[in-house]
Nanobody, 121 residues
Framework: QVQVVESGGGLAQAGGSLRLSCAASGSIFSINAMGWYRQAPGKQRELVAVKTRGGSTNYADSVKGRFTISGDNAKNTVYLQMDSLKPEDTAVYYC???????????????WGQGTLVTVSS
């Protein structure tokens, strides 16, 4: 069983910063990639940023230059530093683990429960 715990959401003013954290635990052998997605009210869930085990990163155009993804493979953690926040960044942010191998199973994807980020103007 894999547990995914997200933290760091909350309320920020436009132009401010927040840092999201995601930690995966369990009998994990490997995780191919960890990333952040978000879903605003009435909209589809979208990619924000993803980091592969090899260190490659990919960002949505809307957050490039403002958000930074980082993490520690050994600790199965991923972080999202969000700077210069805008009201349109308001959404529930979800951590996603991709291609997870554990002692008893393989999972194409595992999602966290989500953390709400609200940016006021």
């Amino acid at each position: 069983q894999v547990q995914v715990v997200e933290s760091g959401g909350g309320l920020a003013q436009a132009g401010g910063s927040l840092r999201l954290s995601c930690a995966a635990s369990g009998s994990i052998f490997s995780i191919n990639a960890m990333g952040w997605y978000r879903q605003a009210p009435g909209k589809q869930r979208e990619l924000v940023a993803v980091k592969t085990r090899g260190g490659s990163t990919n960002y949505a155009d809307s957050v490039k230059g403002r958000f930074t993804i980082s993490g520690d493979n050994a600790k199965n953690t991923v972080y999202l530093q969000m700077d210069s926040l805008k009201p349109e960044d308001t959404a529930v942010y979800y951590c996603k683990l991709e291609s997870v191998v554990t002692a008893v199973a393989r999972y194409p994807a595992i999602w966290g429960q989500g953390t709400l980020v609200t940016v006021s103007s």
